[in-house]
């Protein structure tokens, strides 16, 4: 867990900042999240469309509701801040998937809707020039139901 929040530390928040010299890949994320009172279901799945594989990534999700003080999160997963957690992706292979990822995250209080940002955190200083499949925002309402994206 140590190296995850390592690859990190510099990183002004945000993959775009790290394009530079770097392999290009295309990260994209799917999944889906659903609420059910104060706890809240992720499962997500990270690809690689290319054209370079990379050895890890981070993936950030960040939400509209502070979670509640204790978390018990997947390996790989870190907290972040009061809404916000950070999770490795894993080898993502060259047109291949990543490591599942499941989160069941517990919020501070009971909410009748939790929006929910999905993004790259830090992708290793490849160039990904299509983000439009690697930063979602998905609003989950406290039905239970599952919301994809």
Do not use: K
């Not at 509701?65 to 009061?82: H, N, V």
Request: proline share 5%; charged share 20%.
């Amino acid at each position: 867990m140590a190296g995850l929040l390592a690859l990190g530390a510099g990183v002004p928040g945000s993959a775009q900042a790290s394009a530079g010299d770097g392999p290009e890949a295309d990260v994209a994320y799917h999944g889906r999240v659903a609420l059910s009172g104060a706890r809240l279901r992720i499962w997500l799945v990270p690809e690689n469309d290319g054209p370079a594989a990379l050895p890890n990534a981070t993936v950030r999700v960040r939400l509209s509701a502070e979670l509640a003080d204790r978390q018990e999160l997947a390996g790989g997963c870190a907290r972040a801040g009061l809404r916000e957690v950070v999770c490795e992706t894993g080898p993502l292979p060259l047109h291949g998937r990543g490591r599942h990822i499941g989160l069941m995250l517990e919020l501070r209080e009971r909410v009748p809707e939790v929006a929910v940002r999905v993004d790259t955190w830090w992708n290793g200083g490849a160039t990904d020039r299509n983000h439009a499949n690697n930063e979602h925002v998905v609003l989950a309402l406290d039905t239970g139901d599952a919301y994809a994206f």
